[in-house]
């Protein structure tokens, strides 16, 4: 598998100073020692906050030439490039710095503007083979000239190759799923979704105890207490030799909480990402979803990373947030991580069930893709350094399906499902659960 070429734009090593510290306030406070805060702006993503420290005029700032201490980040595929490079205007990364703690009030910012810094993108240089540095030093924070605050920042460009990936329809009509490069599509995986009232395997891959103990303890998490369920749905995803590679399974029924017809935060549902393992099932992650209050259409989740696969595991969560249908669920813990091209760690759980070394990835650990996508499937982006043999890239595209089937068990119980999703639609096929 060929990766498409990305850039990630990677800002930080924030550091803010005053000049010589003014009168104190009535309260006896330096303005200078008031928490700061930026925000930082890139043509039409979504804004990123970040904290600044403070450091006196006589401290200098410690740079990172080869890495940087990342504050936000932006990432850009090749289409986006090569549009931005033959824009009339250079693109411009604007970061807008405040006095006081971040947050809003009644929809405003409870911080003081003081002022803007901004930092052209020459996106014409070979970024996405060799990177670039569009900045790394001081800078005078608005218009005060001598009195003005100064900021340090890093901003630099850094390849971010991705293997892309698209379901060729909705997860639940069990579709292909092809590797996409450019204008090129070739199917690499397949998938089948099917409905279970037990929890039982019908794979090549048999149960041990041990998954069994692991599905059955999850299942239980929910007392069936209710007759209004979402459960027993799985999707299993195999490679062309028809092998199955990776499996979403949800182990939790999606219920409404007593007395409404909504999934909450409270009692949420929940699916076991597996990878197969001497010749078992072995739990890789775990997804938990439900509505968020207020909202008909807001999916909140939580995903845990599970890196010894066994029934005492504790898991790292990975992505706690929530997302609208057609917006991206995202996996990017790289932000306050020292972070530069090579430095992430590329440990990979290959498919002998190795897990030992997956603790690391909550370093760098990057993943995007598609929830509810209209007219077709997920959409999946996975950083490079995460995928070394087939079950890799299968356990990311289990997990896009997981998340973007949430979004159906989410729904408002006095909404119809699709047909697909109903008890008694389907019979057989080759899911987990």
Not at 281 to 301: D, H, I, M, Q, V
Not at 362 to 368: K, L, P, T
Request: with cysteine; glycine share 10%.
């Amino acid at each position: 598998m060929d990766p498409c070429p990305f850039v990630r734009i990677v800002v930080g090593n924030l550091a803010l100073k005053f000049p010589n510290p003014s009168k104190p306030t009535f309260s006896g406070v330096h303005a200078a020692s008031s928490p700061c805060y930026c925000k930082i702006k890139f043509k039409n993503f979504t804004s990123q906050t970040a904290t600044i420290p403070l450091i006196s005029t006589t401290s200098p700032h410690p740079d990172h030439p080869n890495s940087i201490l990342q504050s936000a980040a932006f990432t850009l595929p090749h289409s986006a490039i090569l549009k931005l490079s033959k824009s009339k205007t250079t693109p411009v990364l604007k970061i807008d710095v405040y006095k006081g703690k971040s947050g809003s009030t009644l929809g405003l910012n409870s911080g003081k503007l003081l002022g803007r810094v901004s930092v052209p993108l020459d996106l014409n240089c070979g970024l996405e083979s060799k990177g670039a540095v569009f900045k790394n030093g001081w800078v005078a924070v608005g218009d005060g000239g001598g009195k003005a605050a100064q900021m340090y920042v890093s901003v630099k460009a850094e390849p971010d190759p991705r293997f892309v990936f698209e379901f060729g329809g909705e997860p639940e009509c069990s579709p292909l799923v092809f590797q996409v490069q450019g204008s090129f599509k070739q199917p690499v995986f397949t998938c089948k979704f099917s409905l279970r009232d037990n929890f039982r395997s019908r794979s090549s891959i048999s149960e041990s105890s041990m998954s069994r103990t692991w599905l059955s303890s999850f299942g239980q998490e929910q007392k069936e207490s209710s007759t209004k369920e979402r459960k027993g749905w799985s999707i299993t995803i195999h490679d062309l030799s028809g092998s199955p590679v990776a499996a979403a399974s949800m182990v939790t029924p999606f219920v409404p909480t007593p007395g409404s017809d909504r999934v909450s935060r409270t009692n949420p549902g929940a699916w076991l990402i597996l990878r197969p393992g001497d010749a078992t099932w072995k739990p890789w992650g775990r997804l938990e979803a439900w509505l968020e209050r207020g909202s008909t259409n807001t999916l909140g989740y939580r995903f845990d990373l599970l890196p010894d696969a066994t029934a005492s595991s504790v898991g790292t969560t990975l992505a706690a947030s929530s997302l609208k249908k057609g917006e991206r669920f995202q996996l990017d813990n790289s932000s306050n991580m020292l972070s530069a091209t090579g430095a992430s760690p590329s440990i990979s759980p290959k498919g002998s069930g190795d897990y030992s070394g997956w603790h690391e990835l909550r370093r760098g650990f990057v993943m995007s893709a598609t929830a509810g996508r209209k007219g077709g499937g997920p959409e999946v982006e996975v950083g490079v350094k995460h995928v070394s043999c087939t079950e890799d890239a299968a356990a990311f595209v289990a997990l896009a399906a997981a998340v973007d089937l949430s979004v159906d068990a989410c729904k408002l119980f006095t909404r119809k499902l699709r047909k697909e999703l109903q008890a008694g639609q389907q019979q057989g096929g080759y899911g987990v659960v």
